[in-house]
Nanobody, 114 residues
Framework: QVQLVESGGGLVHPGGSLRLSCVVS????????LAWYRQAPGKQREWVAG???????TYTDFAKGRFTISRDNGKLTVWLQMNSLKVEDTAVYYC????????WGQGTRVTVSS
């Protein structure tokens, strides 16, 4: 059974940075495309960024130029570096497979507020 443990969220001022981490266990990490998602209050969960098994990165428009996704197959970890954070980035952030096919973890809450 796949387990996803996200961490690194917190309260940050607009313009600040956070680095989210997700440790994945229970599967062959290197065989899967991975992604970060987020769910803002009152909204549906949405895809943020993905990194495939060749380390090719893709981003949604709001993440381009501000967020960077990366992975380390040896550490079974995927990260999301978030810079220039905006109030509208406030959400619970989750990692999952590229298609969201695994059971969701608890997520990590990011609050951007002045």
């Amino acid at each position: 059974q796949v387990q996803l443990v996200e961490s690194g969220g917190g309260l940050v001022h607009p313009g600040g940075s956070l680095r989210l981490s997700c440790v994945v266990s229970g599967m062959m990490f290197s065989n899967y495309d991975l992604a970060w998602y987020r769910q803002a209050p009152g909204k549906q969960r949405e895809w943020v960024a993905g990194v495939d098994i060749r380390n090719i990165e893709t981003y949604t428009d709001f993440a381009k130029g501000r967020f960077t996704i990366s992975r380390d197959n040896g550490k079974l970890t995927v990260w999301l570096q978030m810079n220039s954070l905006k109030v509208e980035d406030t959400a619970v952030y989750y990692c999952n497979s590229r298609w969201g096919s695994w059971s969701w973890g608890q997520g990590t809450r990011v609050t951007v507020s002045s």
